[in-house]
């Protein structure tokens, strides 16, 4: 290893067979870097679109689930969206601070408490339904009708095969 010359600091020496193989795989051709960086520019679209209501993308998912489903506890809700429960738990939180979600002592298990929707909850829903399609059409405009059912069903795929390697699986899916 070789030192640098500023801090010391110990610097790998790459060989030039490392330094080909990832020069020829550009980020542009990797699947995972592309994934990230669709994401990134959903966020932005979504929160373009949706910009009056300050929800993120992750605390719609969590709507959507109790708009759906009432009186769900952290964990089912983490299962649902494919959150662990620390992030549950603080997306709950912080919709419940918003006054989105309210929550209860679960009446069959009084250690767990459950979440719900709230009025206010539903009425941000309502209010954010267009800006978050629109979002969607947005993300997906650069593909014809044809490419966009093939493009949903292959993530999709990739999604289910591979739900097992995520930090929090998705259920129900």
Known sequence: MRKRD???LPMADHSDEIKTKFHDQGLWSRPGFLVRRLNQIHYSMFFE?????????????????????????????????????????????????????????????????????????????????????RSQERLLEPLNNEEREVFVRLLSKLVEENNQYGRAALKDM
Do not use: W
Not at 50 to 55: D, G, R, S, V
Not at 63 to 69: A, F, K, R, T
């Open 6 to 8: 500023n801090d010391n």
């Open 49 to 133: 679109e949706c910009k009056n209501e300050n929800i993120t993308p992750v605390q719609h998912g969590v709507l959507s689930v109790l708009l759906n489903e009432q009186y769900l506890d952290q964990s089912s809700i983490g299962l649902k969206v494919g959150l662990d429960r620390t992030t549950s738990a603080d997306v709950i939180k912080r919709l419940a601070d918003k006054g989105l979600v309210s929550r209860r002592v679960n009446p069959d298990d009084r250690r767990s408490r459950q979440s719900f929707i709230t009025d206010e909850g539903i009425r941000i829903m309502k209010q954010l339904r267009k800006g978050m399609i």
